[in-house]
Nanobody, 118 residues
Framework: QVQLVESGGGLVQAGGSLRLSCEAS????????ARWYRQNPGKQRELVAA???????NYVDSVKGRFTISRDNAKNTVYLQMNSLKPEDTAVYYC????????????WGQGTQVTVSS
């Protein structure tokens, strides 16, 4: 069984920073593509950032220059460094990873709340 465990969410003032972590545990070979999504009640889940196994990254326009996605392959962990946070960044953030076991499987974390106060 594979689990993605997220941590690092919380309450921060506008302009502040948070670092989210997503650790994959269980019987895995490696993480292929990993993504961070966010969602607010009544809204669709939004792709925020993605990182490939080779380290290539992609971001939604609203977070470019403020958020950085990274990974530590030795720890099977993906990070999302969020700087210059804005109230509109408030959401539940979810980690998604395509994990290589005998095949490639997609897993989701449980979500972590990020609240940015104005």
């Amino acid at each position: 069984q594979v689990q993605l465990v997220e941590s690092g969410g919380g309450l921060v003032q506008a302009g502040g920073s948070l670092r989210l972590s997503c650790e994959a545990s269980g019987s895995i070979v490696s993480i292929n593509i990993a993504r961070w999504y966010r969602q607010n009640p009544g809204k669709q889940r939004e792709l925020v950032a993605a990182i490939t196994s080779g380290g290539g990254t992609n971001y939604v326009d609203s977070v470019k220059g403020r958020f950085t996605i990274s990974r530590d392959n030795a720890k099977n962990t993906v990070y999302l460094q969020m700087n210059s946070l804005k109230p509109e960044d408030t959401a539940v953030y979810y980690c998604n990873a395509e994990v290589l076991r005998d095949h490639v499987y997609s897993y989701w974390g449980q979500g972590t709340q990020v609240t940015v106060s104005s």
